[in-house]
Each structure stands twice: as C-alpha cells, then as structure tokens.
C-alpha cells in the first residue's frame, strides 16, 4: 500500500474521518520514513490506511493533535486518536502498526 501525503488541514481531517484505522507519520523523519513504507506495503497491514503529514508545512495539524515532539506516530478511527509513538522508536512503530492492523 502506498503512504498517502497529507498536504492540507482538510487532508488531515479526511484521513482521520476514515472507517479504517489511520496510521498517520507526522514530522519530518527521514530515518523512520523507510521503515513507515514497508510497514504499509506489508499485506498484513492492509487493514490500515497510511498517511504522512509535514507538521513545517501543516502547522495547524500539529497544533489540533497536540504534537509535542517529531516524529510522531498516530492511530486514528471514526475522529477518535487510539493510540501514539512519539520519537523515532522503530520497535514501538512496529508494535504499534502490528496492534491495530490485528484490531
């Protein structure tokens, strides 16, 4: 699956109203952003939608989730926040993508 960018507040709410539960990479990361691509093109996954969200660019998403620190990982369902990653931490990504593609 590819890893849609979010390009605009919209954007972000679109992806975040979503019935499939939404991993979203807010940052910049250039480190983790590898491991978020495979992660989404692992079939198990396919139960998730995938998103990335440039906060330098999208100011007005961090501010509405409360992103203190990049990157951050977000799950959503239905508008509700599930769960977060904060940091780049490749092991709780993982935890993290393998706990909700399962949900």
């Not at 620190?69 to 977000?74: D, L, R, Y």
């Not at 940091?87 to 935890?95: D, S, V, W």
């Amino acid at each position: 699956m590819t890893v849609k960018v979010i390009k605009d507040w919209m954007g972000f709410q679109n992806a975040i109203h979503g019935e499939k539960p939404a991993i979203i990479e807010c940052g910049p990361c250039k480190s983790m952003a590898p491991l978020f691509a495979e992660l989404s093109d692992d079939p198990a996954h396919s139960s998730l939608d995938f998103f990335v969200c440039d906060i330098d660019v999208n100011e007005q998403a961090a501010q509405e989730v409360g992103i203190r620190t990049v990157p951050a990982f977000m799950v959503f369902k239905e508008m509700t926040k599930l769960e977060e990653v904060m940091g780049a931490q490749p092991a709780a990504l993982k935890r993290l993508v393998e706990t909700h593609a399962k949900a």
